[in-house]
């Protein structure tokens, strides 16, 4: 399964993708799409190695994470929204 995550200079990308990666599913592959942001993305340096953070020029609210879609090598299934982490094994993966 792949998570994209968008965002674009929000201080709580660090939890959203921390939230994500606290889940319990098997194989998953966690996509930030970074919309542009001129602060805030050194909150992902801790995530490096688990995450790919994929940058484009800022498009707005309705095309963050639309043109990065085909980079997920899995079902894509939204799990978090900035702002509202999940808590541990509260996503389920799609049967």
Do not use: C
């Amino acid at each position: 399964m792949t998570a994209v995550i968008p965002f674009y200079n929000d201080k709580y990308i660090g939890e959203a993708v921390e939230s994500v990666l606290a889940q319990r599913i098997e194989g998953l592959e966690v996509i930030v799409v970074d919309d542009g942001s001129t602060r805030e993305a050194w909150r992902l340096q801790r995530f490096r190695d688990r995450i790919h953070v994929l940058g484009k020029a800022n498009g707005g609210d309705g095309e963050r994470a639309e043109p990065r879609l085909s980079h997920g090598a899995r079902r894509i299934r939204r799990l978090a929204q900035l702002g509202r982490p999940m808590a541990a094994g509260q996503a389920r993966a799609p049967a």
